[in-house]
Nanobody, 120 residues
Framework: QVQLVESGGGLVQAGGSLRLPCVAS????????MGWYRQAPEKQRELVAA???????NYADSVKGRFTISRDNAKNTLYLQMNSLKPEDTAVYYC??????????????WGQGTLVTVSS
């Protein structure tokens, strides 16, 4: 079974920091692009940050300068370092990955989500 598992969410005060890891496991041959999305109550899911297998990154304007996406390819792990958190960052954060299984089938994976709550 191929899956993504996020962790690291929780309650933090405004101005604080959290780090979200996301681990991919199972019969994975390779992972190409990975990203973090978030969905706040009554809002659509939005892209927060993405990273290619080569390390190129892009960020939503709302998190630039505050969030950093990174990955450890050897461990199939994605990270999101969130600093200077704001109440508007409150959302369920989802990990996403695209790649190939060991049977050379295309994979698009989503994690189950981890809740981040920022209090004012």
């Amino acid at each position: 079974q191929v899956q993504l598992v996020e962790s690291g969410g929780g309650l933090v005060q405004a101005g604080g920091s959290l780090r979200l890891p996301c681990v991919a496991s199972g019969r994975i041959f390779s992972i190409n692009a990975m990203g973090w999305y978030r969905q706040a109550p009554e809002k659509q899911r939005e892209l927060v940050a993405a990273i290619t297998s080569g390390g190129s990154t892009n960020y939503a304007d709302s998190v630039k300068g505050r969030f950093t996406i990174s990955r450890d390819n050897a461990k199939n792990t994605l990270y999101l370092q969130m600093n200077s958190l704001k109440p508007e960052d409150t959302a369920v954060y989802y990990c996403n990955a695209a790649g190939l299984s060991t049977k050379m089938r295309f994979l698009e994976l989503w994690g189950q989500g981890t809740l981040v709550t920022v209090s004012s």
